[in-house]
């Protein structure tokens, strides 16, 4: 079963995500912030990152600066955030993210993006 991990300070948002999730048979943990993101990647791997943007400690940016420049197993990752500007899907890449979604994310989209970026549906 893949793994997954939400980090959003939200939970209302960690639990829409998780139900979309868990819905499609994956495997659903959550984290607050960057920094207990980043502590639970260094544990043990996830096959996929749903990261927020705007976060108290550290933002989704800094957690993707922070895990893609660790030598650890790299998983995709998609930005999910309210920040629909195109200067903040730069950033989003730049800093390691696969895709970018705007909130509040379409089910039917999100479940796309988790497919192709883990290898379980054609483009």
Sequence with gaps: MKRILI???????????????????YAVDEA????????KALQSPFDLYVVDVNM???????????????DIPQAPAI????????DDQKLAYASGANAYLIKPSNPAQLLLHVRLLIGEADA
Excluded at 7 to 25: G, P, W, Y
């Design 56 to 70: 108290p400690k550290l933002d989704g940016y800094g957690f993707l600066r922070e895990l893609r420049g660790r």
């Design 7 to 25: 980090v959003d300070d939200a939970a209302t948002v960690r639990l829409f995500h998780r139900q979309i999730l868990e819905a499609a048979a």
């Design 32 to 39: 607050v912030n960057g920094i207990e993101a980043l502590e």
């Design 79 to 86: 930005m999910v955030s309210t920040e629909a500007a195109a």
